[in-house]
């Protein structure tokens, strides 16, 4: 028997979104962009453009929007 998530709960393809800012690289031990040009973190760089999206790709089911 599946675990009731796994029974029941949908799944979405997550396509070819690139999540990345670019010329930046995610440094895993500090848990932060990384301008890769000039070491800077990205948060704290002035020089370099800002990401255009805010979330991370999610998918939005609607289960939110409670009382709609």
């Known amino acids: 028997m599946d675990h009731i998530l796994l029974a ?3 799944t979405y393809d997550r396509g070819d979104i690139e999540l990345a800012p670019p010329g930046c690289d995610y440094d895993i031990r500090i848990g932060a962009w990384i301008v890769k ?5 990205l948060v704290a760089s002035f020089e ?3 990401p255009l999206q805010t979330k991370k790709a999610d998918v939005e089911t609607g ?6």
């Open 8 to 10: 029941y709960g949908r």
């Open 37 to 41: 040009e000039s070491g800077d973190l």
């Open 48 to 50: 370099h453009p800002r």
């Open 63 to 68: 289960e939110d929007q409670k009382g709609y």
